[in-house]
């Protein structure tokens, strides 16, 4: 392992971070400052900015300095270490404008306080560079407008890929960078667009930059101020999550909003290779070949129909039975009732069930993690739709989690060949996803991920009901971290937060969220001793 490559690159990415903070620090000095003179620059919304600018700028410039040398020796392993340890250092540089402003809005002092204030600022920064959108946050609208559009921001940069975009900016870090490109974008197969990987992460983010600026256009267009409105499309399109709103979307009880927002959730769940293909060389033929895009399409449809029937049918099961369901803060019986009644008057017509089971399936399986309805007070076996729907994820090479259709895919279709063969044992089955032959290493590949998944998800459920009495809460909490999804079910719920969860709770979902967005291999290989010798 070359130590020294490793240093050099995040160095880098720490450089890159200091000249980005720029934009929310100029947004929090014009907006959150009573004084526009210098005396504002050490008020705590601004002051934050200042010094995490200053530390990722100092520490990244020693370190290219001192390792420049070796920039150019990076292979897949040392792309690994890049990409988790270049995402673990951007966390902590990105947490310190909220570490400051939660430490100056405390007259509590000592030990206990500050790491308790340090947890809840990583653990935030954390959920937005993964595009995860599990908040810790009980106020959002009252805090300053720097800090929402920072954490926004986090999920932009983190939908498509800190790494990418400095692979885009530094074509020096692409001569050797394809272990970083690897260890960072989602999916089981990273292809290249471009003979150069520079000129790759360049046409991404372009693609991804075209969504960011017609998603904005359009929420302006329907009447949403500028702010909001570009802070919800950072969340869109990396299928984060974070609002600047305390109710999410559903507080604008708006349906263009609403249209506009799922168009986008799913287009954002879509390979990027087949936006590309489809925008940038008009291809659209893709469209009707794409195994795993036909396999996404026919599952959103498929569960919005389900979803829709058993809403406006069925309709909400009665107040008792959903106030049974674990609440950290439970309000009365008489209060939870009106709420129950506020969320059947928006599914009792058609159009209503349809509607908010749209933005819910695409939301949920997408993991982006934006709500219009309390579904935790749907009936169970929609929760339980739900639930599955947070593993399923969405395609590989999108900013969606999970574990990607096209394991998905590759899993059933592994089993249905084995059974296959165990009636006819001299079959021999080629294994195919539409036109393309899956080799056997990418089987074995995806397979020991979906395995490791589990156990991390067994062994996280596990150790989380040590911190949290409900096993719905401990279950539901681990796959919203594990997977980027943000809200789960119960106490950690589409109205529900985070905040109450206990420290080492909160570190151990912080360790899900990474891995989830690193898909597990990055970070358990850097954690290999044999990996670190020479």
């Not at 935030?124 to 720097?146: C, D, Q, R, W, Y």
């Not at 263009?256 to 954002?268: A, D, Q, R």
Request: proline content about 3%; hydrophobic content about 50%; some cysteine.
């Amino acid at each position: 392992m070359n130590k020294r490559a490793i240093i050099y690159s995040v160095g880098k990415l720490l450089q890159i971070m200091g000249l980005i903070m720029v934009i929310p620090a100029l947004i929090a000095f014009f907006s959150d400052t009573s004084s526009k003179t210098m005396s504002a620059l050490g008020e705590p919304a601004v002051k934050g900015f200042l010094v995490s600018m200053a530390i990722s700028l100092l520490i990244g410039t020693v370190a290219v300095l001192l390792s420049r040398r070796h920039r150019d020796e990076i292979r897949v392993r040392e792309g690994y270490a890049i990409v988790t340890f270049g995402w673990i250092t951007l966390s902590l540089a990105g947490c310190l404008p909220l570490f400051v402003f939660f430490s100056s809005n405390c007259d509590q002092t000592g030990f206990t306080v500050i790491f308790e204030h340090f947890t809840n600022a990583f653990f935030e920064t954390v959920s937005g560079f993964t595009t995860t959108g599990a908040t810790i946050l009980t106020s959002i609208e009252t805090m300053p407008k720097g800090l929402l559009f920072w954490r926004s921001m986090t999920h932009w940069l983190g939908g498509m890929g800190i790494i990418t975009l400095a692979l885009a900016l530094f074509p020096a870090m692409g001569v050797s960078g394809y272990g970083m490109f690897k260890g960072e974008v989602p999916g089981p197969d990273k292809k290249r667009l471009m003979p150069r990987l520079s000129e790759t992460a360049k046409v991404l983010w372009g693609v991804y930059l075209g969504f960011t600026i017609a998603q904005t256009l359009l929420l302006m267009a329907g009447g949403m101020p500028l702010f909001d409105s570009l802070c919800h499309t950072f969340g869109t399109l990396a299928t984060g999550g974070f609002s600047t709103q305390d109710g999410s979307i559903g507080q604008y009880n708006n349906a263009y909003f609403h249209w506009v927002i799922i168009i986008f959730m799913f287009l954002s769940g879509i390979n990027y290779v087949i936006h590309y293909q489809v925008f940038i060389k008009r291809k659209t033929g893709i469209i009707f070949k794409d195994r795993e895009l036909l396999f996404y399409v026919s599952t959103i449809v498929i569960a919005v129909v389900f979803v829709t029937s058993l809403l406006y049918f069925s309709g909400l099961p009665q107040a008792n039975h959903s106030f049974s369901h674990y609440r950290y803060d439970r309000p009365v019986f008489s209060q939870f009732q009106t709420h129950v009644n506020s969320e059947s008057a928006k599914v009792n017509t058609l159009y209503g069930a349809f509607s908010e089971a749209s933005f819910q399936v695409v939301s949920i399986l997408t993991t982006t993690g934006y709500v219009t309805a309390d579904f935790d007070v749907w009936p169970t076996v929609c929760r339980f739709g739900l639930l599955v729907l947070m593993f399923w994820g969405a395609c590989a090479g999108s900013t969606g989690g999970g574990m990607k259709i096209i394991r998905v895919m590759t899993v059933f279709k592994v089993s249905w060949r084995e059974l296959a063969k165990l009636a006819r044992p001299r079959l021999v089955i080629p294994f195919k996803i539409g036109d393309e032959t899956i080799s056997d290493n990418r089987i074995i590949n995806i397979l020991a991920l979906f395995n490791l998944v589990v156990i991390i998800f067994v062994i996280a459920t596990v150790i989380m009901c040590f911190y949290v009495e409900d096993l719905v809460t401990a279950m539901s909490s681990v796959v919203a971290a594990l997977f980027n999804i943000g809200p789960g079910l119960a106490g950690v719920g589409a109205i529900e937060n985070y905040a109450w969860i206990p420290i080492p709770g909160k570190w151990v979902l912080l360790l899900c969220m990474l891995m989830g967005r690193l898909e597990v291999f990055a970070v358990l290989i850097t954690l290999r001793p044999d990996i670190w010798r020479k």
